[in-house]
C-alpha cells in the first residue's frame, strides 16, 4: 500500500469519529464550517479529489479553520481572480514590485553567492530579508527601505529534485510574488495551481493567491533561486488589511516553524556574509 493511501486512511479514520462528535455537540457551528470550507475550497480549478482531501483532513485544515475569516477579507477587498500580473496591482504597490525586483536582477550574482554560503547543501532554503514587515538580513541597503505594501522579501532555493508537496497557504491578506532568478529552458522546473503548471522559462514572474491549492516542483538536478515575496492585498479598505497584517506580523515568528518545516531558515540570529563576499 502507497504511503500517501496509509496517510490518507489513518486520517479519515480520526476525522470521522471528531465530526461525528462535532456534529453531535455543535451542529450548526460544524455546518457554518464545512459550508465555508466548501465554499472557499470551491474557489480552486482543476478540482480532485486529492485537492479536497488536503484541505478538509490534511494540510488545509488551517486554511479551512480560517475559511470564515477569509472568505470576510474577500467582501471588503478587490476582485481576486486568483492569478495575478502586475497589471492587477495600483500604482503605488506596483513601483514597489518592480522596485525590488530590479534590486534582485541588477545583484542577482552577489545575491546567489550569499545564498550558497549560507545554505551550504540544504536541500530547501529561504533566505530572508525581511519576513511580515521584520527586517531580518540587511546586507542589501536597497531591500532595507521602509516598504509600505511589500510585508516579505527572501529567496527561496530548491536544491536538485526537490518539489514542495501539494498545500495550502493559510490567509488571504496579502499575495504571493514569485521571481525565477536563473530560469532554465525546461519544462521540468514549474509551479502548479488552479489546474495549470506556470514554466518558469515561458515567464519568470508568476503572482498569485496562495490559498489556493498548489505545488512548487523542480525535477532537474540542478538549484532554484525564486524571489519570494507576500505583498498586501488591494482593498477598499486597506487600513483594515495593515491592521491585520500587524496583528500576523506580531505571530509570524512563532508559526514559521508549523508551515516551513521543512525548509532552512536563513533569518533573525543567523549570521549572513556581506554582499558579494
Known amino acids: 500500500m502507497k504511503r500517501e493511501t496509509k496517510k490518507a ?42 485537492m479536497y482531501r488536503r484541505y478538509f483532513f490534511g494540510n488545509g485544515i488551517p486554511t479551512w479553520l480560517l475559511s470564515p475569516f477569509n472568505l470576510a477579507v474577500d467582501l471588503f477587498s478587490k476582485r481576486n481572480p486568483g492569478l495575478h500580473t502586475l497589471d492587477d ?7 514597489e514590485i518592480e522596485a525590488v525586483l530590479d534590486t534582485f536582477k541588477e545583484r542577482k550574482d552577489d545575491i546567489i553567492a550569499d545564498i550558497d554560503a549560507a545554505l551550504g547543501d540544504s536541500k530547501r532554503g529561504m533566505y530572508v ?50 521571481y525565477n532568478l536563473t530560469p532554465v ?23 498569485f493567491d496562495d490559498t489556493l491549492f498548489h505545488r512548487s516542483v523542480n525535477q532537474l538536478d540542478s538549484l532554484r533561486y525564486c524571489v519570494f515575496m507576500d505583498i498586501a492585498r488591494p482593498s477598499r ?29 536563513i533569518g533573525a540570529g543567523t549570521k549572513a556574509p556581506a554582499a558579494g563576499e
Request: glycine share 8%; with cysteine.
Open 9 to 50: 486512511i489513518k486520517r479519515t479514520a480520526i476525522a470521522v469519529p471528531v465530526f461525528a462528535v462535532l456534529f453531535v455537540f455543535i451542529p450548526w457551528v460544524t455546518l457554518f464550517f464545512i459550508a465555508c470550507g466548501l465554499i472557499d475550497v470551491g474557489r480552486n480549478k482543476g478540482k480532485t479529489r486529492l
Open 89 to 95: 496591482f495600483p500604482d503605488e504597490y506596483r513601483g
Open 129 to 178: 530579508y525581511r519576513w511580515f514587515g521584520k527586517r531580518q538580513i540587511e546586507n542589501i541597503d536597497a531591500l532595507n527601505g521602509d516598504f509600505k505594501y511589500l510585508k516579505t522579501i527572501a529567496v527561496s532555493v530548491f536544491s536538485g529534485k526537490e518539489s514542495t508537496t501539494w498545500h495550502y497557504g493559510p490567509l488571504r491578506l496579502s499575495y504571493r510574488i514569485l
Open 185 to 207: 529552458e525546461t519544462d521540468q522546473i514549474y509551479i502548479e495551481c488552479n489546474g495549470k503548471k506556470h514554466f518558469w522559462h515561458e515567464e519568470p514572474l508568476y503572482i
Open 237 to 265: 479598505f486597506p487600513g483594515v488589511i495593515d491592521f491585520l497584517l500587524g496583528f500576523v506580523s506580531a505571530v509570524a515568528d512563532r508559526v514559521k516553524s508549523m508551515f516551513y518545516k521543512n525548509w532552512r531558515m
